[in-house]
């Protein structure tokens, strides 16, 4: 999952050129840091807004995920982040019973406030020591199957979660372009 984009107006920009003028890539470099911190901010907030919106365990979501992190510099403003990962065990998300081998039928929720009863499911604790949430491909014992939740990037991808993280980034680069300028006005900033 990456976000679509952070705009800065091009008003903003030429305002930004000109207040810099005198500062060498004064305004790149404003640009790279406001950008910077954007992402900065979509990557701690991420979890939040996932937990917002899924059950999801956090130390599950976490070994799961891997992110990618591309920062802005003052020769190249693009910058992005991307979410990757593998699917999470249904196991990791609400999910009762939590016991393996207590007969009852299996319920689980992926969003808060959503659920399903699994009428062929049931807890199982494998050999390794994994406990997840089977089903029986077959009449037979074995095989069994295991029931996967969503991965980190589809839960971010998610519409409602994007889109704050989206609004969030793009406050977090408003405020931030106004810091830096004022910064590199100061003689901070190398």
Do not use: C
């Amino acid at each position: 999952m990456s976000v679509t984009g952070i705009e800065i107006e091009a008003e903003r920009m030429e305002q930004v050129r000109a207040l810099l003028a005198g500062v060498p890539k004064g305004a790149e470099r404003a640009f790279s840091n406001a950008i910077n911190r954007g992402l900065s901010r979509i990557k701690s907030q991420a979890w939040k807004q996932v937990k917002q919106v899924y059950t999801v365990q956090s130390s599950a979501l976490n070994a799961a995920t891997t992110t990618q992190v591309q920062k802005a510099s003052a020769g190249n403003l693009a910058g992005y982040i991307h979410f990757s990962g593998v699917k999470i065990p249904l196991y990791k998300f609400k999910v009762s019973p939590k016991q393996p081998g207590s007969g009852q039928r299996v319920k689980a929720s992926v969003k808060k406030g959503g659920g399903a009863t699994f009428e062929s499911a049931f807890i199982a604790a494998m050999k390794s020591g994994h406990v997840g949430v089977f089903e029986r491909d077959t009449r037979k014992r074995l095989p069994v199957s295991e029931f996967m939740g969503l991965s980190a990037a589809q839960m971010v991808g998610e519409q409602t979660v994007s889109t704050e993280l989206q609004e969030e980034a793009q406050r977090t680069v408003n405020e931030r372009l106004d810091h830096e300028i004022d910064r590199l006005l100061n003689g901070y900033g190398g």
